[in-house]
């Protein structure tokens, strides 16, 4: 068993895991870089859900991140040095395919900032548990990009369409306490008790009946990938005619929005 104060990096792409008694914590490790992914780091995350849903022993899985965020989105500096940012496009896609297809439970435990794909990947998560320093933001529209991850469906499924609208449109802050209030978050705790609190209910899970919570997963998400699926393609073309038509615009707003990306 791996040590889970310390656990592994076993593809040192920036994801780090550790089981215990039948949980996998997941750990987003680029600390330096506020947790944000690059291309391999999203295939790295996809290719631990992916073995944490095929082996027998994990019965629930727990994700957060390394230092004080829990990820800060796609890295941009990667993103703009990258020779061929369709990488970043297939490995996101990977990820994304396998964040649909998980079949176990995901936990994520948000501390400090998760912006961009850190907040939509919470879309994703069964349950979502935020630390008091917690606040989230989706930029997209400030960076002149289109909603990602679904994000444009499973958003207003949360929220409600008006306030994913409004989240959408400002790309304002979302902090604890409206995160818990809105549904993007079960509940909220004091940010060093957060761990502990993770551990409480994962352990909870990992107690039932593997089958039976399986099945609920099952049927609380029926019919969701095929809404998922079209909903990527549909912002994917988004994007796509975006950068076309902002182009130096749109990377100007990167720029400014990358440099200021934790501030309130």
């Known amino acids: 068993m791996t040590d889970p104060a310390r656990g592994a990096d ?15 914590t997941v750990t987003l490790d680029r600390p330096a870089r506020l947790n944000a992914f690059t291309a391999s780091s999203y295939r790295a995350l996809a ?9 027998d022993t994990v019965r629930v899985v727990e994700l957060v991140g390394a230092g004080r965020a829990f990820s800060s989105g796609v890295d941009l500096d990667a993103l703009a040095d990258a020779a061929d940012q369709d990488e970043f496009r297939d490995a996101f896609a990977v990820l994304l395919r396998a964040l649909t297809e998980f079949p176990k439970p995901l936990v994520a435990g948000v501390r400090g900032a998760a912006v961009g ?6 879309l994703h998560a069964d349950v979502v548990l935020v630390a008091d320093d917690a606040r989230l933001r989706m930029p997209f529209a400030a960076l002149g990009t289109a ?3 679904a994000s444009s469906v499973l958003l207003p499924a949360v929220v409600g369409p008006q306030r994913a609208a409004e989240l959408l449109f400002t790309s304002r802050w979302i902090d604890a306490s409206e995160a818990v209030r809105s549904g993007l978050a079960a509940r909220r705790c004091a940010t060093g008790d957060l761990p502990a609190e993770l551990r409480s209910l994962t352990r909870e899970i990992a107690a039932q009946p593997p089958a ?39 990377r100007a707003r990167a720029a400014t929005s990358k440099r200021g990306v934790t501030d309130r």
């Open 147 to 149: 909603p990602e991850a």
């Open 117 to 122: 794909f850190g907040t939509t990947l919470l």
């Open 10 to 24: 076993p593809t040192g792409d920036g994801v780090r895991v550790a089981d215990d008694d039948g949980v996998r």
């Open 212 to 250: 039976a919570v399986a099945a609920a997963k099952r049927l609380l998400r029926s019919g969701r990938a095929e809404l998922v699926r079209a909903a990527l393609q549909r912002e994917d073309d988004a994007a796509r005619a975006l950068r076309s038509e902002l182009g130096p615009l749109s």
């Open 47 to 55: 290719s631990a859900l992916d073995a944490a849903g095929a082996d």
